[in-house]
């Protein structure tokens, strides 16, 4: 693997930061964990498509990060999986991939407030 690329401690840090970041917002009612319905806001950011099966995507999105199979998602599950997936990216398009992800549940959190 010549091409990932190796993050300092310091900047693991940051990065872990950032993904702390994103998972406060997904957790809309802050107890802590992603369940179903916070899961579901965050597989239609991640995909449009996921509209037209949202049930089935959330599953997979449980089935890939929920670790411990209470259903629902914390922190370091949350962060042990999503760092795994961004440490292939270099610095920049890990933090742009986390901004796009927290302006994308943003428009989303808000969209949902006005429809209702
Ligand atoms: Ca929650
Ligand atoms: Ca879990």
Not at 15 to 43: H, M, S, W, Y
Request: net charge negative; aromatic share 8%.
């Amino acid at each position: 693997m010549s091409t990932k690329p190796t993050y300092s401690r310091a900047e693991i840090k940051q990065r872990e930061e950032l993904l702390t970041k994103c998972f406060q917002a997904c957790d809309f009612n802050n107890d802590g964990f992603l369940d179903p319905p916070e899961l579901e806001i965050v597989a239609r950011c991640f995909n449009a498509q996921a509209n037209a099966n949202v049930d089935q995507e959330v599953k997979v999105i449980i089935s890939k990060l929920d670790k411990n199979g209470d259903g629902r998602v914390d922190l370091r599950e949350w962060n042990a999986v999503l760092f795994d997936l961004f440490r292939f990216m270099n610095a920049a398009a890990f933090d742009k991939h986390c901004d796009e992800l927290l302006q994308l549940i943003k428009t989303k959190a808000n969209s949902d407030a006005h429809a209702e």
